[in-house]
């Protein structure tokens, strides 16, 4: 089995910063894309940005300019460095890794999502 576990969310203040870790642990052989994904109440879970193994990244719109994906793959942990936070970037964070499990099979694995709340 794999597990992803994060860490890092919590209560901070228009315009503060927060730095969220997700490590998986395992079985693995390999992860390809890891990523976060956020869901606000009321709608759907969003993908934030996403970091391919050797490095390239993706970001929403919404946060492009504001958030930093990177990963360590001696680790296999992804992080995302969130500044400049706005009350709309208040939502539960999940991470996501394309792990493939000793025995060569995928899976598409989630954390089990960590509150991020932005307010004064």
């Known amino acids: 089995q794999v597990q992803l576990v994060e860490s890092g969310g919590g209560l901070v203040q228009p315009g503060g910063s927060l730095r969220l870790s997700c490590a998986a642990s395992?079985?693995?052989?390999?992860?390809?894309?890891m990523a976060w994904y956020r869901q606000a109440p009321g709608k759907e879970r969003e993908l934030v940005a996403v970091?391919?193994?050797?490095?390239?990244?993706n970001y929403a719109g919404s946060v492009k300019g504001r958030f930093t994906i990177s990963r360590d793959n001696t680790k296999n942990t992804v992080y995302v460095q969130m500044n400049s936070l706005e009350p709309e970037d208040t939502a539960v964070y999940y991470c996501?890794?394309?792990?493939?499990?000793?025995?060569?099979?995928?899976?598409?694995?989630w954390g089990q999502g960590t509150q991020v709340t932005v307010s004064s």
């Open positions: 970091v391919a193994r050797g490095g390239s990244t």
């Open positions: 395992g079985m693995i052989f390999s992860i390809n894309n």
């Open positions: 996501n890794a394309e792990v493939v499990d000793l025995a060569m099979r995928p899976y598409d694995c």
